[in-house]
């Protein structure tokens, strides 16, 4: 029956081979949604690889510094850096804004990382062009996803920037590129007011009676100056010594800094479990639509293919071939449509997933259950036709 199968689809074969073509982009479109979701989640995880922290300390009741704001002193890691097992602690800023270049604008990260060395916690792991940063204001360092060269000059808030380096896949929980810059100035960049702000508060304050205080001089600029101070970071990144454990370093420090401290696995959760798990099932119901309609497409095919020869089966059945015999050709039919739909879906995917602007991760087990589910689908989605062949009555043949 493999060749009677086989002979019937080389007798059809432009239509099959174009029904599989149609079929396999479909399939091919399935592969890129579920290749968006793993990359949702590697970006996540590449996040926190390349922050280099073990620890991260944040504002006290929330899930920043990636999900959620979170602002804390700018010198508290000084306190930090003394506890207990605690090799570096750094400050850290993240800022997800536009920066622009001349004319264009991309959608980036910009983080602040603090002077020292390639190597400490926030600081890109490697550079695959140029050097790091090494002055304390104006230089930055940006991934090559965001298009920029060595040697641009990019705006951020009010102040330019010289990309002295390019790194590879640093990007947010979002996809988004990263741009580092010093810590000092990506500080003025989130927690800095502009000049016509300040003046706006610095007029609100004075014709506010509560601080028209006679006899109180320097009250009306003490207040101005606190709110327009840039002292504060998002987080602490923390790099632990050898021989201990997270737990035995962020307990103190929750307990006497009256911080939140997430661990590796807790931020993973946060960015994986909660950040994308909206889109997550987004994309699962689009997954599953994808599949009912490949299904629907299959049965549809497989049906026409097998009305088209009615009276060939019912010459099969007069000349007593068994109903078993017929049903593994439409089986195998089937089947081999849903190779060449698998095999030129995952062509298409191949080559299209690069295009797209999210990354797209394809991994070799999303392969082999996709091929899992399509030929189930075939499987399924033949029973219709040979529930049809079944009945057909032999003297069809001679009618």
Request: with cysteine; hydrophobic share 50%.
């Amino acid at each position: 029956m493999i060749s009677l199968a086989g002979r019937d689809i080389l007798h059809g074969w432009g239509k099959f081979i174009f029904t599989g073509f149609g079929l396999g982009l479909l399939i091919g479109a399935t592969l890129i949604m579920a290749g968006v979701y793993r990359g949702m989640v590697d970006d996540g995880k590449v996040l926190l690889d390349n922050s280099g922290a073990d620890l991260w300390v944040v504002q006290q009741g929330t899930l920043g510094p990636y999900a959620e704001s979170s602002s804390v002193p700018d010198d508290l890691w000084r306190g930090i850096r003394a506890m207990p097992g605690v090799a570096q602690a750094v400050n850290i800023t993240y800022l997800t804004m536009q920066v622009g270049r001349g004319e264009r604008d991309v959608r980036a990260m910009v983080v602040g990382i603090t002077a020292g060395q390639p190597g400490e916690p926030g600081w890109p792991p490697q550079l695959v062009a140029g050097r790091q940063i090494t002055r304390g204001h104006y230089e930055a360092v940006a991934d090559i996803a965001t298009g920029f060269k060595l040697g641009d000059v990019l705006r951020i808030r009010r102040n330019q920037y010289t990309v002295v380096g390019l790194a590879r896949r640093m990007v947010s929980s979002g996809g988004d590129p990263m741009v580092f810059i010093p810590l000092k100035d990506a500080q003025e960049a989130q927690f800095l007011k502009d000049n016509d702000a300040i003046l706006m508060q610095r007029r609100r304050t004075e014709a506010n009676p509560t601080f028209n205080r006679p006899g109180v001089p320097g009250l009306v600029d003490a207040v101005i100056g606190s709110q327009t101070s840039n002292s504060y970071v998002n987080a602490v990144l923390v790099r632990l010594r050898p021989g201990f454990t997270p737990q035995e370093v962020a307990e103190p420090i929750r307990r006497w800094k009256r911080l939140t401290v997430y661990d590796r696995a807790q931020m993973e959760d946060i960015l994986i479990g909660k950040l994308i798990a909206t889109s997550a099932r987004q994309i699962g119901m689009f997954l599953a639509i994808l599949s009912i309609v490949s299904a629907a497409i299959v049965a549809f095919i497989i049906y026409t293919l097998t009305m088209d020869k009615i009276r060939e089966i019912a010459v099969l059945k007069l000349i007593g071939t068994r109903n078993r015999t017929i049903a593994a050709m439409i089986l195998q039919q089937a089947l081999v449509l849903g190779v060449i739909g698998l095999v030129v879906g995952k062509i298409s995917a191949t080559f299209a997933g690069p295009a797209f602007p999210k990354y797209v991760l394809l991994m070799p087990q999303d392969t082999l259950i996709g091929f899992l589910a399509v030929q189930a689908i075939c499987v399924l989605a033949s029973l219709v036709a040979i529930r049809m062949a079944l009945k057909v009555d032999p003297a069809e043949a001679i009618g």
